[in-house]
């Protein structure tokens, strides 16, 4: 049979007559043809496993019943994910209570939901020192709820000895506190310091890979250590 693409007399007089369609028209249908072809071999026609939440639901009608536990597996888990993307955006900074809005945004805060309350007082450096970090530590941790009330706000007659007090909560109950200036170190408490202390309560994901305060604690210990002899034979000596 001979090729009607070929460049030949005869196929000019088919082409003529109408017969054959234009050789151009004709090359212009076979590149099409070929794009169509190319188009269809590249496209990926998606599954139950790479769908969203709302394909799953435009397409349900189209599963059969062999699918069901695994669409609704895929659903479960879809689900479960988003909802981990909304609370892990859901804070971010300091929330103030009162007394009134303990219940609610603490002890009813949410199941799995970690929350670190700091009592605070006006007029007490270390408290202010601490709200400070707790900014800091509220824009890193997102998925944590940080909270802080005036202390007589939540606990009437709370004794301004025992501040600043800080409560860590996880479903309404308390799993660390830590109770006055002592506790903290004073004002020489870094956020660093006090990122630690929540982390060994399991509030927060630390990426600090060991407790800042250690390296302080290693440098006196040697300086005692070097220093006090070091001057006890000076003494000696002058003796």
Not at 25 to 49: C, F, I
Not at 56 to 70: K, P, Q, S, V
Not at 203 to 209: N, P
Not at 227 to 235: E, K, T
Request: glycine share 6%; hydrophobic share 35%; charged share 30%.
């Amino acid at each position: 049979m001979q090729d009607p693409n070929a460049d030949t007399e005869w196929n000019d007089i088919l082409r003529k007559k109408g017969i054959l369609p234009p050789k151009d028209s004709l090359q212009d249908s076979e590149q099409d043809a070929e794009e169509e072809q190319r188009a269809l071999q590249q496209s990926v026609v998606k599954t139950y496993e790479d769908m969203t939440l709302e394909e799953l639901e435009d397409n349900e009608d189209e599963f059969n019943e062999e699918d069901e536990r695994a669409i609704e597996m895929y659903r479960q888990q879809r689900l479960a994910e988003w909802k981990a993307a909304q609370l892990k955006n859901q804070f971010g900074e300091v929330l103030e209570i009162s007394g009134k809005d303990y219940v609610q945004e603490v002890t009813k805060a949410g199941k799995g939901l970690w929350v670190v309350l700091h009592l605070y007082k006006q007029g007490i450096p270390l408290c202010a020192l601490i709200n400070q970090h707790f900014s800091g530590l509220a824009r890193k941790f997102p998925n944590v709820k940080f909270v802080k009330a005036i202390s007589t706000t939540c606990i009437p007659n709370y004794p301004d000895r025992n501040l600043p007090t800080v409560f860590v909560y996880l479903d309404g109950d308390i799993k660390a506190q830590y109770i006055g200036p002592l506790v903290f170190g004073g004002m020489n408490l870094t956020r660093d310091e006090l990122e630690w202390k929540l982390a060994e309560s399991g509030a927060v994901k630390t990426d600090l890979e060991e407790n800042p305060k250690k390296h302080i604690e290693d440098i006196l210990l040697s300086s005692v250590r070097v220093g006090v002899p070091m001057r006890a034979g000076s003494d000696s000596e002058e003796d």
